[in-house]
């Protein structure tokens, strides 16, 4: 019965890319429906990096603190990764990366817990100094790796790399431990202090969360770029949006699908519109447009809905209280 | 025959420069004005911006300047104004502009502040002294403070790239590049590729001017994977702009689909351009007009001594580097990261030591830079 | 009767100037079923948070089975078998029910693909039917229960691991009949299984029906305790409220007084909580207003203030205008001090003066600005006025005492001028200090002809105080009653329960 | 009858507390004025610091009270984009009429803006974000991805005394505002607690609405002033404005909303961030070192102000 419980869900969940999809389609048949295979793939690949943000995004915002600078995070590993390279080829640069990933991980997560300061500019200041860091490292250093180390990029890796993530992503969020906690301090702090649960604790565990999985992108993305250009001061935050974006939309679908699922969804979603709106001609910028304008409207019904149940179960116990006094 | 051809003139001119340095004084003699030279620095780490930096470095050195870089908030015009408010504050003496963070606004702002400040003043990685319009050129027209503008043939290196596409039989393309400029300027590179559609019967299928997709190598691949998909039956790529950028996951995504007739040509160089040459992707580049700033350094120092060379701005043709195939490309790469004038050919720019060195030699040198040209003064053995 | 499961010696707790537990001391029984009753403020809260780990004890002893017992948090106290269902909400909205019954014992069902949460599900299904709540579903986020159902999934955790004593501290009171009779099931259970329950309530019938003997607690001391055979209610009323009545507490007058005018007229008020309330409000009365505290009356508070949106009738003033929203009732000089201080009167992370002005910032402008020298005197005037003990008046409001915030609020109602005042449990969880300047303020403003609506749960300050008292019951008026010398507490209870 | 006596007591502490964001701008002066040799205080950088803080003084006092009721708004860069380009096509025809064009382009985003953030209960820094982004993919075809030029006579409005003045204008008007009238004073009793704002007589959303219009105002006023300076507007114009309005707050002091949100934060964290950039470039620090020093000092500062309002009295 869960079974069909789930399918039922997932089906609802595939139904926003669904029409944006149709939508393109009937735009761009050639380019959708009769190339619809190689149009399908290419989309599932590059939405993968996003949402591979995404994913470490969602633990630090269920916990409460939005934060911007995995973006540039996922720019200096990529830059590491060149470095682990030219050192010793692929293997060094997959494993040297992620280790690398856990050792800034924990202490970004440190200073985060340290400072405790609830606020976006906590994560400007980082993706500052984060940026910096890289653009340091890659100072007159060969930023760009040969054919022989993008093998990632090309499937079956891809697909191992999202699935694997995924199936990471998937036991964090709805088989840890970690998973319930978090969510349990993210509604609320006090109740979850009483049991017993740290705060801090959880904080510095979806930091270093966030930090693995930028590592993992940046493996992902260097193998589809093959070159990296450290980016200065805040020009990274751009992709930082893109995986909100797709946290959002989850967020929406999270009645019918996992986060883990929904968050993918979420960044298939947008690489439609984007290849959509080049197949129309139209400016890829206009992306963004398109799917604030969407996550508005969705994000309204949503929250109307919302404040209209409350009010109804309010009145429920009211009436049921009139009904036993009158009855007794 | 062409390629001969352009080696024997590289061999002339170094010599005619060689024999020129011979009848001068010497350098030591001559007591050199230190001057400020300033100049913008992004601290960007890509393939144009660090030949560019390393050779006006050492170019300052040689003529006895002091370097004042300034790193702008940001990369917006009023940025760029207020960086170089810095600089003035600072008591440089002259300024290298780059036309292209003004193009969107603040050319006129910018001139009229130099003017203001009585610094001289120059831009590179522009347009010729008459495009800058009638609103700065109402400024910098008849001042003496006025370097001039060093402009590259924009629309021959666009030209050409298209050109090579059409022989190699690619000619529906897409097309790669920054936010369109203005009016379309006959010396742009939107109007070359344009000219080139018209002359070969070339197709633009698709453009990508989206700078938060063309900054980054992922968003090279993405942008081809797309153009891919939406249109199967293009040919090739002709990037006009963030090729440091996107070239990498270009290359990459070609080479990993196999598609070996599909070509790109591009303008301004990437790293480890050389694999991308041989993976048979790369047909066509020119670039490393990283010269420019040089060049105003030595018009300043020429100023600065007591002896300019002009009294006008005018416009001096910067050459590009123009790499056809994959031979051309490997011997660039191999003397790319060397600095294009040592100190004694730039010495020998300054009138003060060497008195025939005028402003048609000063043309003639910045026409004349090519790779023979390099190879004769540095490889002459 | 089997042995002693929990011993408590000589308990003593305070918070700041108010002395919540003084020199406590009791015995509970295993297989016993202990009742707490006493008016507010009483310390039976407090004691049983104490026993479950929320507060931690000032002076004193307490035993489990024999063991010294010093529980840190609520986790260490149900380790010892010891489980809380408290009144206000217990449960995390965001997460499932399941989730909630098992916060921070999830590696309970940790299988080989770490935590299965079906397990936790079936588990949690299982724990609510053991509390006879099969209806409600675990697995949906709790915002989407009512809150009888929420109480009942917090019933279902503190049931979940069988404990040894369980506390009830007033739940009954957020529960419908079906929700108390599953309660009562429980009680029995427990009880059936040898553990005690020790259950705090207000309703004396229920108090009967379910508890085995029951302590009296009055001001922190503790009074008696009765056995089942001498559990009887208007016995229990007196030892409950007993105390000497001291005569210059309220007022000394005896008969209600107050003039015809009418300054505020309630008609046929209803709403989710208040069901067809119509009353009027007289120039310089003390209109008091009673009942359980789920009675509605707290909801008829704000509706008279326009803070709670009405379904149909009206709040209509002298001058006819209606009262539609708080800035409206504000601008009519109505003043609204409400039960919940620290959330809904006063800003605590706020500078003092700054919490007094804002009611009346927009009385002070003006041509559009606001002189902070008459801000500054307003704020001094009324805070030396009220004599609110503070170091500094820039200083905020969260470093006063509990006496010392209800003075602000006060003071930045009078401070506009408040012709009407809506007072909802004025001197609650104040010192005796405090509460009998409060009653003289009242006294003096009834005097000056300001009408006052005053919203208690303690029948001695509702006797003392109102010239007509409005006792409600299940959202309406059950009965109005004159003030009047005989007028005793019993009687007012007959109509609140 | 003790109020009074009481209260000099604190003055010594509160006086520190008040103070501290003056004594972080003293120190940077101090610091980049000696590894400057002096030069740091020049008339023509003095004049470079008030030209570079201009826009984040109009766009900081503006969001104060924003920031004030706790909150974010992110539509403030295409704001400015939008207000700008519509600005320089008038400018053409009458520079009065483009400065007109502007305040009244930017002012209505801003009662957009602030009629759905009044109305719909969605978290403002998303609602804004998105406003934001709506309005940003109309720039690029409005302007079909070219620059919109001014007339070169502009440029003489573009004098440090003239934005001088209207800033210290701007400020007065702010300063009594946002200290003597309600607007200032609802919108930090909100950002304290929206609940006793409402049961204390204010009407919510009357003042949440208000707030845009300030900002409105201030993004209007930031896009005709760009034009003037660089001559020109496109979609890049005011690209990051409101992440710099927010990182200047936050080191003026103003971490989180409510009564902490204070006049002089909107002064001080502008001028804070100018001298620190103009100060790294006159001390010729290696490029890639600024921007680390801007992230870490950003950091302590926000460390600074965030331990010190804990046991702030005032």
Known sequence: MKILKQAKGLLYGLLIPFIVYIFFGVLRPRVFLTGGLSTLYTILVQSITTCILGWGMHFSMTVGSLDFSIAAEMIMYEIIATIFYHMGGFLPMVLGTIACSFLFGMVKAFVKELIAVKSMVLGLALTYIIASIGEVLSTNRNTVIGTDATMLAGPPFNFIILIGTGLVMWYLLSRSRFGAHARAVGGNAVLAKSAGINEHVIGFEASMVGSVFAGIAAVFTLSRGAGVTAQNGLASIGSAFSALMCVFIAMFIGKYVSATVGIYIGAVTMSIISIGLVSIGFDSELNSTVTSAFLLILMTYTILTETRLADKVRREVAAARIRKDSSN | MKKMRKVLAGLLTGAMVLSMAAFTASAEDVELVNFKMGYFDTGSQDGTTVPLRNNLVAAIESLGAEGVSVQPAGNTPDDYLDALDTLISQGVDAIALPWVSFMFAGTPAAVKKCEDAGVYYGFYWGVDVETLGEDTLAFCQDSDHFMGCFYQQENDAAYAAMETLHNYGCDKVGYIGLAASNELQENSRDYGVLKACEDFGMEILVEQRDQNVTTTAEGGATTVENFLTAYPEMQGIVIAGNTQFVMPGIDQVITSKGLT???????????????????????????????????????????????????????????????????????????????????????????????EFDVEAFDEMVRNYSYADIMARHHAE | ??????????????????????????????????????????????????????????????????????????????????????????????????????????????????????????????????????????????????????????????????????????????????????????????????????????????????????????????????????????????????????????????????????????????????????????????????????????????????????????????????????????????????????????????????????????????????????????????????????????????????????????AKWLGNESRILIMDCPTRGIDIGVKEAIYRLMQDLKKEGVSIVMISEELAELIGMSDRIMVMKDYSISKILDRSADLTEKTVIEYMI | MNATKAENGFNWQRMVLKLYPFFVLGLLLIFFGVLTKGTLFSSRNIKNILESSFQYLIGCMAALFIFAQGEQDFSMASNIALSAILAAMISKTSVPLALVVALVSGIAVGCACGFLYARLPIPVFFLTMCIANVIAGFLGPMTNYQSVKTPVSMLNLDNTNLKLLVAVIFAVIIYVIYNKTTYGKYSRAIGASPVVARLSGINLSRYKFAAFVFTGIAAGIVAFFSICKSGGASKATGTMFHFNVMVAMALGGATTGGPKVKFRCAVIGPLIISVLTLGMNLARIPVGMQNLMKGVLFLAVMVLSDRLSRFDVD
């Open chain 3, 1 to 410: 009767m089997g042995t002693v499961l929990l011993k408590a010696d000589h308990i003593y707790k305070s918070f700041g100037a108010t002395k919540a537990v003084v020199d406590f001391s009791v015995e509970i029984m295993s297989g016993e079923v202990r009742g707490f009753i006493g008016e507010n403020g009483s310390g039976k809260s407090t004691f049983s948070s104490m026993v479950a780990g929320v507060y931690k004890r000032d002076d004193g002893t307490m035993q489990i089975n024999g063991r010294e017992y010093v529980p840190h948090s609520t986790v260490e106290a149900s380790d010892n078998g010891i489980a809380l269902v408290v009144q206000e909400a217990g449960v995390i909205a965001e997460i499932s029910g399941a989730c909630n019954i098992f916060l921070n014992k999830e590696s309970r069902f940790s299988g080989k693909l770490g935590i299965d949460f079906n397990e936790m599900n079936k588990a949690a299904a299982e724990a609510l039917k053991k509390v006879y709540s099969e209806h409600v579903d675990p697995t949906i986020p709790c915002s989407m229960l009512n809150l009888e159902d929420r109480k009942l999934i917090e019933i279902a955790k503190a049931m979940c691991d069988d404990p040894q004593l369980l506390i009830i501290d007033e739940t009954s009171n957020a529960l419908t009949t079906r929700g108390r009779e599953i309660l009562y099931k429980v009680i029995r259970d427990v009880k059936a299984r040898g553990g005690s329950v020790l259950f705090i309530t207000h309703d004396l019938d229920e108090l009967v029906e379910v508890c085995d003997s029951v302590t009296i607690m009055r001001d922190g001391h503790y009074i008696t305790t009765l056995p089942k055979e001498e559990m009887i209610i208007k016995r229990m009323r007196e030892l409950m409220v007993g105390r000497e009545m001291s005569d210059n507490y309220y007022r000394a007058d005896t008969v209600k007084s107050y003039e015809e005018e009418v300054v505020l007229r309630a008609d046929h008020l209803s709403a989710p909580e208040i069901n067809d309330v119509s009353f009027e409000l007289h120039k310089g009365e003390i209109l008091g207003i009673g009942g359980l505290s789920d009675c509605g009356m707290h909801d008829l508070g704000k509706a008279l203030f326009g803070a709670e949106k009405l379904d149909s009738g009206s709040v209509v003033l002298a001058d006819g205008s209606h009262i539609t929203d708080p800035k409206m009732a504000v601008e009519k000089r109505i003043g609204y001090m409400s039960k919940n201080r620290d959330t809904e009167a006063i800003i605590l992370q706020y500078p003092i003066d700054e919490n007094i002005c804002i009611p009346s910032l927009a009385r002070l402008v003006r041509n559009g600005i606001i002189r902070s020298r008459e801000e500054r005197e307003l704020s001094r005037t009324w805070a030396d006025k009220l004599s609110i003990k503070l170091r500094s008046i820039h200083s905020y409001c969260a470093t006063l005492s509990g006496g010392n915030k209800q003075k602000v609020v006060l």
């Open chain 2, 261 to 355: 007739d599909f070509k790109v040509a591009a303008i301004d160089f990437p790293d480890a351009m050389e694999t991308y040459a041989q993976d048979g992707v790369l047909v066509y580049d020119a670039g490393a007009h990283v010269t420019g700033p040089v060049y105003l350094t030595i018009l300043a120092a020429n100023a600065m001594n007591g002896t300019p060379l002009i009294t006008k701005g005018q416009s001096f043709n910067q050459q590009y580097i123009k790499l056809t195939s994959s031979e051309e490309i490997e011997q660039w790469v191999s003397i790319a990261d060397e600095i294009v004038y040592n100190t004694d050919e730039l010495l020998q720019c300054l009138q003060v030591v060497n008195p």
